[in-house]
């Protein structure tokens, strides 16, 4: 299990393990959460979180930055690999890459 992600440019999936690293490598490469919005039937106050299934959306802004903070920190991380191997599933960057691509086209419901 994981999280759908929903665009009108299309359709990523990742388990948790993956959008967890994919979040922490952003963050530590200069992504700063803007925070979710709350699905479309939402009713009451919103936390922001990117962290559950609830059809949040990420906004235009948010995404790109999310993206381009990961592929900065991409190349950080597997260097770190080539000197610890083992720590990632051989497909992993690839991945994060296919992900960080999609960001980059816009905004995106996590559900």
Known sequence: ???????E???QALNWYGWG???DIAIEHGWHPAGTEPPDDHVGAWGGGYFSNDYQHITDGD??????ALL???PIEEARERDSPTRWPDNSFH???EFAGFALKGGFIIG
Do not use: N, P, Q, T
Not at 1 to 7: A, C, I, N, Q, R
């Open 1 to 7: 299990m994981g999280v759908d992600l929903y665009s």
């Open 9 to 11: 440019h299309g359709y």
């Open 21 to 23: 690293r994919c979040f």
């Open 63 to 68: 995404a790109r930055a999310f993206g381009e």
């Open 72 to 74: 900065r920190g991409i």
């Open 95 to 97: 991945r994060f890459r």
